[in-house]
């Protein structure tokens, strides 16, 4: 017997179907045309249909059943409590280079939550293994034609990726990718790239492998793994170097030139930290595809840099913008990316002289100097570096060193306490290039 789904409302629309037939917070959607509803997905499905027999079920266990007839793309105006309307589903896998094994202890419940649910992967981008993904869900993306699906591939040698993630099914899985492949649906994929591991022959392998999924596979990113000083126990593992990054360039650069000859995109990308460490120029705009895999560090820096530069033409034709009263403020970075934010400041401070900017790179003491994405900056390390600095009017903090929504660092101090620690009015600036320009020059402000 399938099992029974109940899903929480949470909220009804106001004006919606839903408030229309007194659906109320509390309660529970049972079923739509006779279809137990899994999760979300099964949800919206089904109530794509223009007539509906809804079943819900009152807190006091009445079972109301609701006909509904509607136009085929009107949302019923229901809002669950689980967004998901499911559990969401934890990775079991142990892998070599995973991030939050080396989170110190300590830190808030959520950090240590891996995530390797597949419906995760179309709503919200996150990337899977494919070890957590049974025969089901597969039939249920294909059913329902869900992608792009996001996929951590990592390597495409079996036995090496059994190794890899510590989990005996993880080359077995790999054979979900021929599925989507055959169905028709599009892909993403994301390698961690691990020196010794499968760098080198290992990496040229997996591409060529890759590409034989074109173009349902459209994009991979390849990006370093990333080490905190929070390793004991785990697999010895280290950094590239500068020399061993530019290889990786060339290599991903010569499978670039190949795909862009045969389909027309370039399909293989390095992360830009690879370019900053091997002190290369960053590629142009037009060789990352329309920007497929920004999330994972890939064209982040070239198109922040675009923008910048055309928001910094705009600012200059703006006459109220040439004469202002000095206006002294600060900002921080990591320090991966301190060389061309500084290139940035320079030249925002030579096109406008009253303008004086503070740039102050954070070493990352908090996760371990090897950390030095702006990303992973926390609010102790901010205000132990920035203690007695000339800070300005205001300074100002790049969004993505809080949780998204809120105003909270990964070590779980708030923006209010490094206001009050450095005693000055702080603002948070989105990393676009056009953000950085207005807020830094006050435009709009």
Same mark, same amino acid.
């Given at each position: 017997?399938?099992?029974?789904?109940?899903?929480?409302?949470?909220?009804?629309?106001?004006?919606?179907?839903?408030?229309?037939?007194e659906?109320?917070?509390?309660?529970?959607?049972?079923?739509?045309?006779?279809?137990?509803?899994?999760?979300?997905?099964?949800?919206?499905?089904?109530?794509?249909?223009?007539?509906?027999?809804?079943?819900?079920?009152?807190?006091?266990?009445?079972?109301?059943?609701?006909?509904?007839?509607?136009?085929?793309?009107?949302?019923?105006?229901?809002?669950?409590?689980?967004?998901?309307?499911?559990?969401?589903?934890?990775?079991?896998?142990?892998?070599?280079?995973?991030?939050?094994?080396?989170?110190?202890?300590?830190?808030?419940?959520s950090?240590?939550?891996?995530?390797?649910?597949?419906?995760?992967?179309?709503?919200?981008?996150?990337?899977?293994?494919?070890?957590?993904m049974?025969?089901?869900?597969?039939?249920?993306?294909?059913?329902?034609?869900?992608?792009?699906?996001?996929?951590?591939i990592?390597?495409?040698?079996?036995?090496?990726?059994?190794?890899?993630?510590?989990?005996?099914?993880?080359?077995?899985?790999?054979?979900?990718?021929?599925?989507?492949?055959?169905?028709?649906?599009?892909?993403?994929?994301?390698?961690?790239?691990?020196?010794?591991?499968?760098?080198?022959?290992?990496?040229?392998?997996?591409?060529?492998?890759?590409?034989?999924?074109?173009?349902?596979?459209?994009?991979?990113?390849?990006?370093?793994?990333?080490?905190?000083?929070?390793?004991?126990?785990?697999?010895?593992?280290?950094?590239?170097?500068?020399?061993?990054?530019?290889e990786?360039?060339?290599?991903?650069?010569?499978?670039?030139?190949?795909?862009?000859?045969?389909?027309?995109?370039?399909?293989?990308?390095?992360?830009?930290?690879?370019?900053?460490?091997?002190?290369?120029e960053?590629?142009?705009?037009?060789?990352y /595809?329309?920007?497929? +895999? =920004?999330?994972?560090?890939?064209?982040?820096? @070239? *198109?922040? &840099?675009? #923008?910048?530069?055309?928001?910094?033409?705009?600012?200059k034709?703006?006459?109220?913008?040439?004469?202002?009263?000095k206006?002294?403020?600060?900002?921080?970075?990591?320090?991966?990316?301190?060389?061309?934010?500084?290139?940035?400041?320079?030249?925002?401070?030579?096109?406008?002289?009253?303008?004086?900017?503070?740039?102050?790179?954070?070493?990352?003491?908090?996760?371990?100097?090897?950390?030095?994405?702006?990303?992973?900056l926390?609010?102790? /390390?901010?205000?132990? +570096? =920035?203690?007695?600095?000339?800070?300005?009017? @205001? *300074?100002? &903090?790049? #969004?993505?060193?809080?949780?998204?929504?809120?105003d909270?660092?990964?070590?779980?101090?708030?923006?209010?306490d490094?206001?009050?620690?450095?005693?000055?009015?702080?603002?948070?600036?989105?990393?676009?290039?056009?953000?950085?320009?207005?807020?830094?020059?006050?435009?709009?402000?």
């Amino acid at each position: 017997m399938e099992k029974l789904h109940k899903h929480i409302v949470g909220s009804v629309v106001r004006g919606s179907i839903a408030e229309e037939l007194e659906i109320e917070p509390g309660d529970a959607v049972i079923s739509i045309n006779d279809q137990i509803i899994e999760d979300i997905f099964d949800y919206q499905f089904y109530t794509q249909e223009e007539e509906l027999v809804l079943v819900v079920e009152k807190p006091d266990g009445e079972q109301w059943e609701l006909e509904i007839e509607k136009e085929a793309s009107e949302d019923l105006g229901i809002v669950f409590e689980n967004g998901l309307m499911d559990s969401y589903r934890s990775c079991h896998n142990k892998c070599i280079f995973c991030f939050i094994d080396q989170n110190p202890k300590g830190m808030r419940e959520s950090l240590y939550f891996k995530d390797d649910d597949s419906r995760l992967s179309f709503l919200q981008g996150n990337y899977v293994t494919l070890t957590n993904m049974s025969d089901h869900d597969v039939d249920r993306i294909i059913k329902y034609r869900l992608s792009p699906i996001n996929v951590s591939i990592h390597t495409m040698n079996p036995e090496l990726r059994c190794k890899m993630l510590h989990n005996r099914f993880a080359g077995e899985a790999l054979k979900k990718i021929d599925r989507f492949y055959e169905a028709g649906i599009v892909m993403n994929g994301q390698i961690v790239l691990v020196p010794e591991w499968n760098d080198g022959k290992e990496l040229e392998f997996s591409i060529e492998q890759m590409m034989k999924y074109l173009p349902q596979l459209e994009s991979v990113s390849v990006v370093p793994v990333g080490l905190s000083k929070y390793r004991e126990g785990l697999e010895p593992l280290r950094t590239f170097t500068k020399e061993e990054s530019a290889e990786v360039i060339d290599l991903i650069e010569k499978y670039q030139r190949i795909a862009y000859e045969k389909y027309g995109y370039h399909f293989i990308h390095a992360s830009d930290e690879w370019y900053i460490v091997a002190g290369r120029e960053l590629p142009e705009a037009d060789r990352y /595809d329309g920007y497929l +895999q =920004l999330d994972n560090g890939v064209g982040q820096t @070239r *198109l922040m &840099l675009d #923008e910048f530069h055309e928001a910094l033409k705009r600012a200059k034709a703006m006459p109220e913008m040439l004469n202002r009263p000095k206006r002294t403020i600060s900002t921080v970075c990591g320090t991966l990316i301190s060389g061309i934010m500084r290139q940035i400041v320079d030249e925002l401070m030579e096109a406008f002289p009253w303008l004086d900017l503070r740039l102050y790179p954070i070493v990352n003491e908090f996760y371990g100097e090897k950390i030095t994405v702006t990303g992973l900056l926390v609010g102790q /390390d901010i205000i132990k +570096q =920035l203690k007695g600095k000339e800070l300005g009017e @205001r *300074l100002f &903090l790049p #969004e993505n060193v809080l949780r998204s929504g809120d105003d909270i660092f990964l070590d779980d101090l708030h923006v209010p306490d490094v206001e009050s620690a450095l005693q000055v009015h702080v603002g948070i600036v989105k990393s676009s290039g056009r953000e950085l320009v207005n807020s830094y020059l006050g435009i709009g402000s």
